[in-house]
């Protein structure tokens, strides 16, 4: 899990998620406190907390399988975007890759992933 602060001081939680199929993705959670987490609306997503973040599902591609591990960083020396590093791994091609995704500015529940191309 990565936990960040964000401009207005709450704390946003990246985490790792294992869903009943065994699915690996990506969730959001925020808190004011630290202490107390509540699962946030991911657009798009039926449920609260995400996914923000899914394997690509597409074949050969180096995040088929799996995507997880999450690590945020605020944007930085007047970027608008967060980047959030993540690992994924193939179906055919075992071991992790690192990919890179960018927020939509300081909006923490929209995530785009690089073209590793």
Request: glycine share 14%; hydrophobic share 40%; aromatic share 6%.
């Amino acid at each position: 899990r990565s936990v960040a602060v964000q401009e207005d001081g709450s704390l946003a939680m990246l985490y790792e998620a294992v869903d009943a199929s065994g699915d690996h993705a990506i969730g959001l959670a925020g808190s004011a406190d630290g202490i107390r987490w509540e699962k946030r609306t991911v657009p798009g997503s039926p449920e609260p907390g995400g996914p923000l973040l899914t394997k690509s599902g597409e074949a050969n591609a180096w995040d088929e399988r799996v995507v997880g591990t999450p690590y945020a960083v605020a944007a930085q020396g007047g970027e608008a975007d967060w980047k959030l590093y993540y690992v994924g791994e193939a179906k055919e091609k075992p071991g992790l890759a690192i990919g890179l995704a960018l927020s939509d500015g300081a909006d923490l529940t929209r995530f785009s992933k690089l073209d590793s191309t």
